[in-house]
């Protein structure tokens, strides 16, 4: 069975900090990774795709991969009330993404 | 930019009717997607379609869900006798050959 796990939240950041999401997936044989973000009554939103170990930078986001750790996370640079929404972290071996729960963001003024 | 459109956006029906959901992916795109996502919890995947034909499916897409291609640009989810357990927000996505998926807007399913 394959599973990606996130914390579910709330993660409650102040406006201007460094939000930081993590995830952890259970497949190995895993090879790309994505970062969706999801408003209430909205559908995910594609942020990132890595599939190197490493980071990789995009504006405020830096996405970070570990596949010895099995492990994906998410870095928010200069948090903003309009990033609050909840994140998904989805795994994919073979072009079907499996999603976890999604982590809820809440930048506060 | 291109974008995946979905129809109807909303759609309330008795249990036991028939649902079809339709999808307009992006042009250029390969890999056709139905994702649910039920109230409060996670984006589930249904079905996968390729080449006009289903390249994959989840134990959740089981004899009462079918899904067609009938004129080259719609892609169609069809419930045939809807359950109360099949209210959910049902996802719409496709893929250029990268991987990542693009969805669409929704369509939410409300069964009585």
């Known amino acids: 069975q394959k599973e990606v796990e996130q914390n579910s939240g709330p993660l409650s950041v102040p406006e201007g900090a460094i939000a930081s999401l993590n995830c952890t997936y259970s497949?190995?044989?895993?090879?790309?990774f994505f970062w969706y973000r999801q408003y209430s009554g909205k559908s995910p939103e594609l942020i990132m795709f890595i599939y190197s170990n490493g980071d990789k930078e995009d504006g405020r986001f830096t996405a970070q991969l570990n596949k010895a750790s099995q492990y994906v996370s998410l870095l928010i640079r200069d948090s903003q009330p309009s990033d609050s929404a909840t994140y998904l972290c989805?795994?994919?071996?073979?072009?079907?993404?499996?999603f976890g729960r999604g982590t809820s963001l809440i930048v506060h003024p | 930019e291109p974008e995946v459109t979905q129809t109807p956006s909303h759609q309330v029906t008795q249990m036991g009717q028939e649902v079809i959901l339709r999808c307009v992916p992006i042009?250029?795109?390969?890999?056709f997607y139905w994702y649910r996502q039920i109230l409060g919890q996670k984006v589930e995947f249904l079905v996968s379609f390729y080449n006009n034909e289903i390249s994959e499916k989840s134990e959740i897409f089981d004899d009462q869900f079918s899904v067609e291609r009938p004129d080259g640009s719609n892609f169609t989810l069809k419930i045939r006798s809807t359950k109360l357990e099949d209210s959910a927000m049902y996802f719409c996505?496709?893929?250029?050959?990268?991987?990542?998926?693009?969805f669409g807007e929704g369509s939410r399913l409300t069964v009585l």
């Open positions: 989805a795994a994919s071996g073979s072009y079907i993404p499996t």
């Open positions: 042009s250029n795109h390969l890999y």
């Open positions: 497949d190995r044989g895993s090879q790309s």
């Open positions: 996505a496709s893929v250029l050959g990268t991987g990542e998926l693009f």
